[in-house]
């Protein structure tokens, strides 16, 4: 892993990634994705994930954090 982080803290970005995966098409794995990467403080990955979910589903404004 990477220093300074738990194998708890990650547990959700990996979870929601392998959704988002699973699903690539659904706008709220992506979404739940993008919020576990903003809680660790990946913010460029966040962004990245919330335009990907903003693209999947433009009219739904909770991809829009």
Known sequence: GEPGRTR????????????????????EAHRGLARAQEALGELEAAEATYRRAIALRPGDWGSYS
């Not at 708890?8 to 706008?27: E, I, Q």
């Open 8 to 27: 708890a803290t990650g547990a959700p970005v990996r979870r929601h990634r392998r959704r988002s995966m699973r699903d690539g098409r659904s706008a």
